[in-house]
C-alpha cells in the first residue's frame, strides 16, 4: 500500500515532522512562482520603458524632421524671393541701359549739332572778312579815283568812323562769340557731370548685383546642409525603429526598414 501510494510509511513519533515537511514543499513553491513574477514583471517594466524612451525619441525626431522641413520651405520660399528681385534688378539694369543708349545718341546728336553751328560760324566769319576786304578794297579805289584832296580827307574820315563802328561791331560780336562759347562749356561741362554720375549710379547696380549673387549662393549652401541633416535624421529614425523592433523581438526587414515609419511597423 505504501509503496503503490509512493507515500513513505509513517513511523511511529513521525507524525508531526511529516505534516511539517508536506508544509514545506508547497512554500518553496509558492516562493519561486512569485520570484519569476517578479522577474517577469520587471523584465515588462524594462521593456515598457525602453519602448517609452524610444518613442520619445522619434517623437523629438519627427519634431527636429518638421523644423528642418520648415527652415528648408523658409529657405526656398527667400531663394524665390531673391531670384524674384534678381529679375527684377536685370529687367531695371535693361531699361537703364535702353535709357543711357539713348542719352548718348541725343549727347551726339548735340555735339553734331554743336560742330555744325561751329562750321557754320567759322564760315561766316571768313565770309564776313572777306566781304569786308572786298568792300574797303572798293571804298579806296573809288575814293582814289573820284575824289580831290578834300574828298580824300572826307574819305579817310568816314574810312575812320567806319573803322571805329567795325571795331565796335566786331566787339560786340566778340562778346556775343565769348558768351555763346560759355553756354557751349556749360553745356559740355553738364553733359560730363551726367555721364559721371551715370557711370557710377552703373557701378553701384554692379556691385548690388554681385551681393545678390553672393546671398543667393549662401542661401543654396544652407539649403544643402539642411538636406544633408534631414537625410541623417532619416537615417538615424531608421535605426531607432530597427532598435526598437530588435528589442520587441520583431527583427525588421529590409522593406519595412526603407520605409522606416510606424506605417511599416504595423
Known amino acids: 500500500m505504501a509503496e503503490d501510494s509512493g507515500e513513505l510509511p509513517l513511523v511511529p513519533g513521525a507524525t508531526s515532522s511529516s505534516g511539517t515537511l508536506k508544509e514545506r514543499v508547497p512554500g518553496s513553491q509558492h516562493a519561486l512562482m512569485s520570484a519569476a513574477m517578479l522577474d517577469a514583471k520587471r523584465a515588462r517594466m524594462k521593456v515598457e520603458n525602453d519602448r517609452e524612451a524610444l518613442a520619445n525619441r522619434i517623437a523629438r525626431l519627427q519634431n527636429e524632421e518638421l523644423r528642418a522641413t520648415k527652415r528648408i520651405e523658409q529657405t526656398h520660399r527667400r531663394t524665390q524671393e531673391i531670384l524674384a528681385a534678381k529679375n527684377r534688378h536685370h529687367q531695371q539694369q535693361s531699361e537703364k541701359e535702353k535709357i543711357r543708349l539713348e542719352h548718348e545718341e541725343l549727347v551726339e546728336a548735340h555735339r553734331q549739332a554743336l560742330s555744325h553751328i561751329r562750321e557754320e560760324r567759322k564760315q561766316a566769319t571768313q565770309t564776313a572778312r572777306a566781304t569786308h576786304a572786298a568792300q574797303r578794297q572798293a571804298l579806296g579805289k573809288s575814293n582814289k579815283e573820284s575824289m580831290l584832296k578834300n574828298a580824300e580827307i572826307i574819305a579817310q574820315q568816314r574810312a575812320s568812323e567806319l573803322n571805329a563802328a567795325m571795331y ?13 562759347e560759355r553756354k557751349l562749356r556749360e553745356k559740355e561741362l553738364m553733359i560730363a557731370h551726367l555721364q559721371k554720375r551715370a557711370e557710377e549710379r552703373q557701378l553701384e547696380e554692379t556691385r548690388r548685383a554681385e551681393q545678390y549673387d553672393k546671398d543667393l549662393a549662401e542661401l543654396e549652401r544652407q539649403e544643402y546642409e539642411l538636406l544633408v541633416a534631414l537625410e541623417g535624421h532619416r537615417n538615424e529614425r531608421q535605426e531607432v525603429y530597427a532598435e526598437l523592433e530588435s528589442t520587441l523581438g520583431h527583427p525588421p526587414n529590409q522593406q519595412q526598414l526603407r520605409a522606416g515609419g510606424p506605417a511599416a511597423m504595423a
Not at 565796335?168 to 555763346?180: C, G, H, I, Q, S
Open 168 to 180: 565796335k561791331r566786331n566787339e560786340v560780336r566778340k562778346v556775343e562769340a565769348d558768351a555763346r
